[in-house]
T-cell receptor
Framework: AQKITQTQPGMFVQEKEAVTLDCTYD???????LFWYKQPSSGEMIFLIY??????QNATEGRYSLNFQKARKSANLVISASQLGDSAMYFC??????????????FGKGTSLLVTP | KAGVTQTPRYLIKTRGQQVTLSCSPI?????VSWYQQTPGQGLQFLFE???????NKGNFPGRFSGRQFSNSRSEMNVSTLELGDSALYLC?????????????FGPGTRLTVL
C-alpha cells in the first residue's frame, strides 16, 4: 500500500510567489519522521526539511516551511518567494521505526515544480 | 565537510554482467543506505548497513547485495544484470542510530543495462 501520496505530478509557480506542495501519509505508528527532498535534473537528492511526529511546532528552514497537520496525516511543503533555481522534483518521504532500529525511507512519487519568470 | 561521494557516476553494462557501485559516506556517518530510482517504480529502498552489518533490507531479489567496510564505505553489487536494473542508484548516509537523524544523499550512479 502506498504510504506516501503526492497528488500533484506537476506544478507551475511564478517567480517570487509562494507555492504549496501536497503530501499525505499513512502510518499506524505514533513515532515517525517526515522529510522533504529536492532533486534537480542533476539527480542528487538535497535535504530540505524535517518534521518529527511529536514536534509541536511546524518546521521551518529558510524559505521552506512544513505545514504539518497530524490528524489529517498531511505534511505539505511551502516554498515562499520562489526562485528560478527552485525548479526541480520534490519528494516527500517518511521514516518509520522498525524492529532493527534500521533506517529506510518511503518516498512519494514526487512533484515536478517549474518556476517561471 | 565533504558530502557523500559515489563512483562511478555513469556506467553502461550488458545483460548478464555484474556491476559494483561504491559509496563513501560523510565523515563520521556510520549508516549507509542504498536506493534505486526508476521512472516506473520511483524511489525504492534497497538496504541499509550500519557498523558493517546489514540492518534493514528492501524487497529486492538476491541478485542485489551489498557490504560495508570498517571505514563505513559501502559497495553494492548487482549480479546477472537485467534490462530492468537500469536506474539511478542513490547512496545516503546518516550519523545516528535513529530518531530525528537525516539521510544525506550522494549524486548517484546512473546505470544503463543494454
Amino acid at each position: 500500500a502506498q504510504k506516501i501520496t503526492q497528488t500533484q505530478p506537476g506544478m507551475f509557480v511564478q517567480e517570487k510567489e509562494a507555492v504549496t506542495l501536497d503530501c499525505t501519509y499513512d502510518t499506524s505508528d505514533p513515532s515517525y519522521g517526515l522529510f522533504w527532498y529536492k532533486q534537480p535534473s542533476s539527480g542528487e537528492m538535497i535535504f530540505l526539511i524535517y518534521q518529527g511526529s511529536y514536534d509541536q511546532q511546524n518546521a521551518t528552514e529558510g524559505r521552506y516551511s512544513l505545514n504539518f497537520q497530524k490528524a489529517r496525516k498531511s505534511a505539505n511543503l511551502v516554498i515562499s518567494a520562489s526562485q528560478l533555481g527552485d525548479s526541480a522534483m520534490y519528494f516527500c518521504a517518511m521514516r518509520e521505526p522498525n524492529s532493527n532500529s534500521g533506517y529506510a525511507l518511503n518516498f512519494g512519487k514526487g512533484t515536478s515544480l517549474l518556476v517561471t519568470p | 565537510k565533504a558530502g557523500v561521494t559515489q563512483t562511478p557516476r555513469y556506467l553502461i553494462k550488458t545483460r548478464g554482467q555484474q556491476v559494483t557501485l561504491s559509496c563513501s559516506p560523510i565523515s563520521g556517518h556510520r549508516s549507509v543506505s542504498w536506493y534505486q530510482q526508476t521512472p516506473g517504480q520511483g524511489l525504492q529502498f534497497l538496504f541499509e548497513y550500519f557498523s558493517e552489518t546489514q540492518r534493514n533490507k528492501g524487497n529486492f531479489p538476491g541478485r542485489f547485495s551489498g557490504r560495508q567496510f570498517s571505514n563505513s564505505r559501502s559497495e553494492m553489487n548487482v549480479s546477472t544484470l537485467e534490462l530492468g536494473d537500469s536506474a539511478l542508484y542513490l547512496c545516503a548516509s546518516s550519523s545516528l542510530a535513529g530518531g530525528a537523524d537525516t539521510q544525506y544523499f550522494g549524486p548517484g550512479t546512473r546505470l544503463t543495462v543494454l
